[in-house]
Antibody
Framework: EVQLVESGGGLVQPGGSLRLSCSASGFPFTSYSMTWVRQAPGKGLEWVSYISSNGNTIYYADAVKGRFTISRDNAKKSLFLQMNNLRGEDTAVYYC?????????WGQGTLVTVSS | IQLTQSPSFLSASVGDRVTITCRASQAISSYLAWYQQKPGKAPKLLIYDASTLQSGVPSRFSGSGSGTEFTLTISSLLPEDFATYYCQQLDSYPRTFGQGTKVDFK
């Protein structure tokens, strides 16, 4: 069974940092690209970042470029999102998703709240 | 690439045929996916490549279109179909989503 479990969310002050993790199981992690998608409270889905299966290709949404860094550890079957210089508008549930072209499996999400 | 869904809200009854439209700001061939999301839950992939049903998704869901205009159709609405639906373009990065269409009880 494919499972994706996010962790690392929480309350952080504006300007602070947080590192999200996504632990994968039930599929060959090294064969799949991965994506982070977020959803602000009461709002729609917002695509955040993508990383290819070997980590060589990475994309970011303009809203997070220069502040967020996506990475992966294939040996540990884990995906990460390092988030720096956080702003109030980064408050959201963050989902990791297995990706080919579309995203066919999603984690349950982890809530990040940026507030003083 | 911007995606615009219509309508944003839709009131319907069990048994209704429901159609949601997604328009892209530029041609994206058939590179479009549809997702369903229920409150407090992660999105679920319904359709990819505009019209290919994801494994396990009921056949009452169908997708069509290419270029800039796409539709998601639910042939006969069931109680479990009341949810919010999103389109996503798969043509280029960033992989933008539409703003969502909430299907609610009439």
């Amino acid at each position: 069974e494919v499972q994706l479990v996010e962790s690392g969310g929480g309350l952080v002050q504006p300007g602070g940092s947080l590192r999200l993790s996504c632990s994968a199981s039930g599929f060959p992690f090294t064969s799949y690209s991965m994506t982070w998608v977020r959803q602000a409270p009461g709002k729609g889905l917002e695509w955040v970042s993508y990383i290819s299966s070997n980590g060589n290709t990475i994309y970011y949404a303009d809203a997070v470029k220069g502040r967020f860094t996506i990475s992966r550890d294939n040996a540990k079957k884990s995906l990460f999102l390092q988030m720096n210089n956080l702003r109030g508008e980064d408050t959201a549930v963050y989902y990791c998703a297995r990706t080919t072209y579309s995203s066919d499996y999603w984690g349950q999400g982890t809530l990040v709240t940026v507030s003083s | 690439i911007q995606l615009t869904q219509s309508p944003s809200f839709l009131s319907a009854s069990v048994g209704d045929r429901v159609t949601i439209t997604c328009r892209a700001s530029q041609a994206i061939s058939s590179y479009l996916a549809w997702y369903q999301q229920k409150p407090g839950k992660a999105p679920k992939l319904l359709i990819y490549d505009a019209s290919t049903l994801q494994s396990g998704v009921p056949s009452r869901f169908s997708g069509s279109g290419s270029g800039t205009e796409f539709t998601l159709t639910i042939s006969s609405l069931l109680p479990e179909d009341f949810a919010t639906y999103y389109c996503q373009q798969l043509d280029s990065y960033p992989r933008t989503f539409g703003q969502g269409t909430k299907v609610d009880f009439k």
